[in-house]
């Protein structure tokens, strides 16, 4: 695949990034939760940004015939699920609304889902130019 992606679809998926990740952290610095609860939330999004972004470039990898350990391939989903479930655990326990754990679990998620779409457009730009 050599298509590379429009402009409105590379500038929305940094708009969708950047609106997940500052309503996320923003909710969080705002919160009235103790400092180590807001480190739990902080290191849950910054484990899975990593892991969306490795389970995306391996999958990227195995598609195009590039070698990828099976380990890896297997630490990378296991990750992105891990992190995945460290939220939803945090937050079926934690003790603040339901407004505010929906608020959390919805700037997660497009947070993980814009860093993956950033991570495929960077790949398509760069197999684009290489191709063209």
């Known amino acids: 695949m050599s298509a590379k992606p429009s402009n409105a679809y590379t500038i929305s998926s940094w708009v969708a990034f950047i609106a997940g990740v500052a309503g996320y952290f923003i909710g969080l610095f705002r919160a009235e939760m103790e400092l180590n609860e807001k480190g739990y939330y902080l290191t849950v999004m910054l484990f899975a940004l ?3 972004i490795s389970v995306q470039k391996s999958v990227r990898d ?26 939803t655990l945090g937050l079926f326990n934690a003790e603040i609304l339901p407004s505010e754990k929906g608020f959390y679990a919805f700037g997660f998620l497009l947070s993980i ?20």
């Open 62 to 87: 195995k598609e195009e015939f590039i070698q990828v350990s099976n380990l890896y391939y297997g630490i990378s989903w296991f990750s992105l699920i891990a992190s995945i479930a460290l939220l």
């Open 113 to 132: 889902f814009s860093a993956i779409t950033i991570q495929k457009n960077t790949r398509d730009k760069i197999s684009y130019e290489n191709n063209n």
């Open 50 to 52: 990593f892991s969306a």
